[in-house]
């Protein structure tokens, strides 16, 4: 049972990492492109689905199609074989078959000669697989325990957040002030509630509340919960902590952009401004607590907004139709069964990352 678990979340793995980096190449050239936010950022559903859906439908077009080493039934038929021994036992003459053979297990029987061949696979064999059995074992205990682990981490930092905002000041909208933590940020799941600092101007309440309400009405603090969810299930590759990275980061940087277009490009020095005292006044504005949001990543924040114009018509058709030729590609099956290579690959790719 954990045996298969294992090999499944290793074929999984290997697969949305293959994808995961042919979408942030594409993300990367059509950035390059000036195609808009809001579409790189819809790029991370297909990365998504990949880490959570190993069943798709089957395509010619499949990305995996290429990957086409699978052994054939028949070939397989002949490696087991070799690895076999076969005993002869006589069976009487008298017992009636109604076919040529018959086979029961791993007992095979010729009726012309009346023998029984038994097909007992050789010692060193079954010791062989029964050793894999046991380290497969032992590697997903060792997974599920990390999975265990960093939920547990997610669920204590949030309780111990929650109670270091306990006696916050209710302020005049949906937000609360108080001097226990050293960022503002949005905490909540059914109902998120926005935590501001002291001490902070009016333009600096009005910029931060508009960028934290974005995040609430765009329901970020839902769509966190989730990538960090698949982040503990993936923990085991170490890509999967660099894409949860990226994903925070474009959310970040997309709630800014939604941000500026409901202030105006008036307030846009002003929103930068208040971004920079923020992080000078917090020098340490992470927080514990990985499902909540929290004001960090100024610098690229800042260079993002500086380079910030719309996106053109023409690019965003022509960025939007390359998106779904790439989610078509990327999320469709070939048309045979497994992948054992992607697997290989997998561990090579860990191998290297770690």
Same mark, same amino acid.
């Given at each position: 049972?954990?045996?298969? @678990?294992?090999?499944? @979340?290793?074929?999984? =793995?290997?697969?949305?990492?293959?994808?995961?980096?042919?979408?942030?190449?594409?993300?990367?050239?059509?950035?390059?492109? +000036?195609?808009?936010?809001?579409?790189?950022?819809?790029?991370? &559903?297909?990365?998504?689905?990949?880490?959570?859906?190993?069943?798709?439908? !089957?395509?010619?077009?499949?990305?995996?199609?290429?990957?086409?080493?699978?052994?054939?039934?028949?070939?397989?038929?002949?490696?087991?074989? =070799? /690895?076999?021994?076969?005993?002869?036992?006589?069976?009487?003459?008298?017992?009636?078959?109604?076919?040529?053979?018959? %086979?029961?297990?791993?007992?095979?029987?010729?009726?012309?000669?009346?023998?029984?061949?038994?097909?007992?696979?050789?010692?060193?064999?079954?010791?062989?697989?029964?050793?894999?059995?046991?380290?497969?074992?032992?590697?997903?205990?060792?997974?599920?325990?990390?999975?265990?682990?960093?939920?547990?981490?997610?669920?204590?930092?949030?309780?111990?957040?929650?109670?270091?905002?306990?006696?916050?000041?209710? +302020?005049?909208?949906?937000?609360?002030?108080?001097?226990?933590?050293? *960022?503002?940020?949005?905490? +909540?799941?059914?109902?998120?509630?926005?935590?501001?600092?002291? =001490?902070?101007?009016?333009?600096?309440?009005?910029?931060?509340?508009? /960028?934290? $309400?974005?995040?609430?009405?765009?329901?970020?603090?839902?769509?966190?919960?989730?990538?960090? &969810?698949?982040? *503990?299930?993936?923990?085991?590759?170490?890509?999967?902590?660099?894409?949860? #990275?990226?994903?925070?980061?474009?959310?970040?940087?997309?709630?800014?952009?939604?941000?500026?277009?409901?202030?105006?490009? !008036? =307030? #846009?020095?002003?929103?930068? !401004?208040?971004?920079?005292?923020?992080?000078? #006044?917090?020098? #340490?504005?992470?927080?514990?607590?990985? %499902?909540?949001?929290? !004001?960090?990543?100024?610098?690229?924040?800042?260079? $993002?907004?500086?380079?910030?114009?719309?996106? +053109?018509?023409?690019?965003?058709?022509?960025?939007?139709?390359?998106?779904?030729?790439?989610?078509?590609?990327?999320?469709?099956?070939?048309?045979?069964?497994? &992948?054992?290579?992607?697997?290989?690959?997998? %561990?090579? %790719?860990?191998?290297?990352?770690?």
């Amino acid at each position: 049972m954990l045996s298969n @678990l294992f090999f499944s @979340l290793l074929k999984i =793995n290997a697969m949305a990492t293959i994808v995961a980096v042919i979408v942030l190449a594409l993300k990367y050239v059509l950035k390059k492109c +000036g195609a808009s936010r809001k579409l790189l950022f819809s790029l991370w &559903i297909i990365i998504a689905l990949r880490f959570v859906c190993p069943n798709f439908i !089957e395509s010619n077009f499949s990305l995996f199609n290429i990957f086409d080493n699978q052994i054939s039934e028949e070939d397989q038929i002949i490696i087991n074989n =070799n /690895h076999a021994n076969i005993t002869t036992t006589f069976i009487p003459t008298d017992i009636d078959f109604n076919t040529d053979n018959a %086979i029961t297990d791993n007992t095979v029987v010729n009726t012309e000669t009346k023998d029984i061949q038994t097909i007992i696979p050789s010692e060193s064999i079954v010791k062989e697989q029964s050793n894999k059995l046991e380290i497969t074992e032992i590697l997903m205990i060792v997974w599920i325990a990390g999975s265990s682990g960093m939920i547990l981490y997610a669920l204590i930092s949030y309780l111990k957040l929650k109670k270091t905002v306990m006696f916050a000041v209710k +302020g005049d909208g949906n937000y609360y002030e108080t001097d226990m933590i050293s *960022t503002p940020c949005v905490l +909540g799941i059914i109902r998120p509630k926005i935590y501001l600092t002291l =001490n902070l101007t009016e333009k600096e309440k009005k910029y931060i509340l508009t /960028h934290e $309400n974005t995040h609430i009405k765009r329901k970020d603090y839902f769509t966190k919960l989730i990538a960090y &969810i698949i982040l *503990t299930i993936h923990w085991v590759n170490p890509i999967s902590w660099f894409l949860f #990275k990226m994903f925070v980061n474009d959310m970040e940087m997309l709630c800014d952009e939604e941000s500026l277009k409901k202030l105006g490009k !008036e =307030n #846009k020095v002003g929103y930068m !401004e208040s971004l920079v005292n923020l992080a000078s #006044k917090n020098r #340490k504005n992470i927080l514990p607590c990985p %499902i909540a949001f929290s !004001e960090n990543n100024t610098e690229k924040r800042v260079k $993002n907004m500086i380079k910030y114009k719309k996106s +053109g018509i023409i690019i965003s058709f022509i960025a939007l139709v390359v998106c779904i030729i790439v989610a078509a590609i990327c999320l469709t099956n070939k048309n045979k069964h497994e &992948i054992q290579i992607l697997q290989k690959i997998y %561990i090579v %790719i860990i191998m290297l990352c770690w």
